[in-house]
């Protein structure tokens, strides 16, 4: 937080408003991975994927708990979405294969195939599709 006192209930208002955003993000990413992967670009693909779901993890914490923390920390990351309640419980599996994909899709040398792809956009779908759910 800012530190600034906020009136009762701009809190909430702000949380909410913020994971409309992130799921206004994870949608765009999402619909670039497939515009992507229909291109043959795969890496980028896998990665905008990657990037859709870690939208779709801020929108479900910040609509169920009210935060999220911005942790580059992959086991970080999976371990606050398994605890926001049922629904990230279910999907934090998930979630950490497709942050699995995060650094080969971007760094390394060895090329995202297809079939990879195609998986990364399946996760982010899953989790765009249960985030929607619940951000209102």
């Not at 955003?21 to 980028?44: M, P, V, W």
């Not at 629904?87 to 950490?96: E, R, Y």
């Not at 699995?100 to 956009?121: C, D, F, M, N, R």
Request: net charge positive; hydrophobic share 35%; glycine share 8%.
């Amino acid at each position: 937080g800012s530190g600034h006192p906020r009136k009762q209930g701009g809190d909430t208002m702000t949380a909410l408003s913020d994971a409309q955003s992130h799921l206004r993000k994870a949608q765009q990413f999402l619909e670039s991975a497939r515009l992507s992967h229909d291109s043959g670009l795969y890496d980028a693909a896998a990665s905008s994927a990657v990037v859709s779901g870690i939208n779709s993890k801020d929108a479900l914490c910040l609509a169920v708990t009210g935060k999220t923390s911005k942790s580059e920390d992959h086991s970080r990351a999976v371990k606050e979405l398994r605890e926001s309640g049922p629904t990230g419980a279910t999907l934090a599996p998930t979630f950490s294969r497709l942050l699995g994909l995060k650094t080969p899709s971007q760094y390394l040398a060895k090329e995202t195939v297809a079939s990879q792809a195609e998986k990364a956009i399946e996760w982010a779908q899953r989790m765009y599709e249960a985030a929607s759910t619940v951000v209102r």
